[in-house]
Structures are given as C-alpha cells and as structure tokens.
T-cell receptor
Framework: GNSVTQMEGPVTLSEEAFLTINCTYT??????LFWYVQYPGEGLQLLLK?????DKGSNKGFEATYRKETTSFHLEKGSVQVSDSAVYFCALKGTSGSRLTFGEGTQLTVNP | GAGVSQSPSNKVTEKGKDVELRCDPISGHTALYWYRQSLGQGLEFLIY????????KSGLPSDRFSAERTGGSVSTLTIQRTQQEDSAVYLC??????????????FGEGSRLTVL
C-alpha cells in the first residue's frame, strides 16, 4: 500500500536559517504529493502540492520538488520566520481512490 | 460557517460509553473525510463520503466505529463501547471535488477524545 515517511522531529531553528524537512514515499504509479501545515490552534491547511514528476510546488517561500527517481518530496525554505513554527505533514494521493495518506508530521519551532 | 466545524472540541468519557462526534463541512463540499490522529502518530484515514454514500470505509478500525452523513452535509462519527486506545484527536475534512482528485482538503480543528 501507499506510505509516507518524514524525517523525525522536532526541528528547532533560529530565525533566517535554512529549512529542509525530508519526505519520501512508497506508491505505485504517479501519485500526487502534498505538504500540509498545522499552525497552533488551527486545522491543517494545504501549503503546496505537485501532481507530476519534476513539478515544483511553492507557496509562502516554501518549495518542494516531486522527484520520481528518489521517490521524494522534500520541503525547503531559504529563510524561516518565527511565524513558520507549526507542524508540517507530507501526504500523497494515489492513482486510485480519494484518500490522502499522511506522514507522521514534523514539529518545527523557529526561535527569534 | 466559513470553515469546517467540529463538535465537541473536547470530550472526556469513561471506558465502555458511546460517543458521537459531529462534523459540519463547508457548504457545497461533496466530499467528506474522517481521520484520527493519535499522540505521536500521523493522520490515520477512517472513512470517506461522497455525498451521503461511503465508497471507502476501509479505515474504520473495528465494528465499534460507524459514521453516517445526511443531506450531503453533516456527518456523525459514532464510537460504541469506547476503549482507552480510542483516545485521539478525530479530524474531519471536506473537499469541493466530486471525485476528490484535487487532493486539497479543508480540515476542522478536530475533536479531542479522552477515554478514562
């Protein structure tokens, strides 16, 4: 079946540091890939997505590239802010069915 | 309302009691999902509704769990004879897509269930 593996957290960075959160997946065919973010006290919300190989999703300074050859979708941001502190979830949607399969989430804390 | 609304936000119950969790999706959204998030775990899929029917209920962990959706809108997740391992945050999400293919789900803030 489909699965998503995220790097273990929590991750603590200083403001303006570079961020990478690793995500790898297992799925047949060409799934769609997503990053969701959960800010404190809020529901999960879509951050970015990519639907085919070599696509790059981007939003709010975050980027992730769909790498079919390494089955990865790592999240990056060049300069994090305190307001980026949240839990980040990598997810995939397989080629059949409508459910999303999520990773375990990575807690990010950015200190001023 | 503007977003997905879930109630109660917190529920504490005794082992063996039944609980009902409610989800009010965004108006017009045809797809509705229930997920469960246990401490230190990712989101575990429970069930998916398209309109009032549930084409995928494969994630329900046991026959103590059931869900329904009426009028293509509100959904209720019922857990009978609760056990301590049912303690988790139950998340509801909706999507405007008729086939869920966009993958963009709109989540509520969840219902935190604690079984003593």
């Amino acid at each position: 079946g489909n699965s998503v593996t995220q790097m273990e957290g929590p991750v603590t960075l200083s403001e303006e540091a570079f961020l990478t959160i690793n995500c790898t997946y297992t799925a047949t065919g060409y799934p769609s890939l997503f990053w969701y973010v959960q800010y404190p006290g809020e529901g999960l919300q879509l951050l970015l997505k990519a639907t085919k190989a070599d696509d790059k999703g981007s939003n709010k300074g975050f980027e992730a590239t769909y790498r079919k050859e390494t089955t990865s979708f790592h999240l990056e941001k060049g300069s994090v802010q305190v307001s980026d502190s949240a839990v980040y979830f990598c997810a995939l949607k397989g080629t059949s069915g409508s459910r999303l399969t999520f990773g375990e989430g990575t807690q990010l804390t950015v200190n001023p | 309302g503007a977003g997905v609304s879930q109630s109660p936000s917190n529920k504490v119950t005794e082992k063996g009691k039944d609980v009902e969790l409610r989800c009010d999706p965004i108006s017009g959204h045809t797809a509705l999902y229930w997920y469960r998030q246990s401490l230190g775990q990712g989101l575990e899929f429970l069930i998916y509704f398209q309109g009032n029917s549930a084409p995928d209920k494969s994630g329900l962990p046991s026959d103590r769990f059931s869900a329904e959706r009426t009028g293509g809108s509100v959904s209720t997740l019922t857990i009978q004879r609760t056990q301590q391992e049912d303690s988790a945050v139950y998340l509801c999400a909706s999507s405007p897509s008729t086939d869920g293919d966009t993958g963009e789900l709109f989540f509520g803030e969840g219902s935190r269930l604690t079984v003593l």
